[in-house]
T-cell receptor, first 112, second 114 residues
């Protein structure tokens, strides 16, 4: 079964707006990663945040992690039409190495 | 770095037939993963290898599924006696085995069982 749940399932915004996606998980983790998938393609790694980190930035991406609430959020600022894709969070359980468990994903549409 | 390569890109087969997919990981990557993804869902873990050793196999995976990585390089995923429920995108990914490595995915093999 999947580890994470993502919210919302779908998000539609205008170009230039910010997009926020949330991910919740069930068990203790080593790290949490976000991936992006364009239609019909493989996933591309965006950013990783470790369990002892609270916030991380990469370009227009900002990720937060709240281990007490077992949740993470991905913020994409100043969105572009090219950001249209599905976004997945994925976790590595504590005490586990290697196996990445993915959430159900958020489908983002950015309208030009 | 030529990326992770998967073949074929598409496979259409009749129910009951066997199919085999191939994955060529990034050359210096020790770990290789197989995932399955159905429409509107996230990738579901199937199995992964460290070099040629299969370290874990999902309990959801029936005995009809088998994966190999004989020389620690490319991998094959075979599905025997395919069923319509096997229709999905099969994704392969690879990574190094130190630190917190990101997974590098191929573009997948889309299987349609008729």
């Amino acid at each position: 079964s999947q580890q994470g749940e993502e919210d919302p399932q779908a998000l539609s915004i205008q170009e230039g707006e910010n997009a926020t996606m949330n991910c919740s998980y069930k068990t203790s983790i080593n790290n949490l990663q976000w991936y992006r998938q364009n239609s019909g393609r493989g996933l591309v790694h965006l950013i990783l945040i470790r369990s002892n980190e609270r916030e991380k930035h990469s370009g227009r991406l900002r990720v937060t992690l709240d281990t007490s609430k077992k949740s993470s959020s991905l913020l994409i600022t100043a969105s572009r039409a090219a950001d249209t894709a599905s976004y997945f969070c994925a976790t590595v359980f504590s005490g586990n190495t290697g196996k990445l468990i993915f959430g159900q994903g958020t489908t983002l549409q950015v309208k030009p | 770095d030529t990326g992770v390569s998967q073949n074929p890109r598409h496979k259409i087969t009749k129910r009951g037939q066997n199919v085999t997919f191939r994955c060529d990981p990034i050359s210096e990557h020790n770990r290789l993963y197989w995932y399955r993804q159905t429409l509107g869902q996230g990738p579901e873990f199937l199995t992964y290898f460290q070099n040629e050793a299969q370290l874990e196999k999902s309990r959801l995976l029936s005995d009809r599924f088998s994966a190999e990585r004989p020389k620690g390089s490319f991998s094959t995923l075979e599905i025997q006696r395919t069923e319509q429920g096997d229709s999905a995108m099969y994704l392969c990914a690879s990574s190094i085995d130190t630190g917190d490595p990101p997974l590098h995915f191929g573009n997948g093999t889309r299987l349609t069982v008729t």
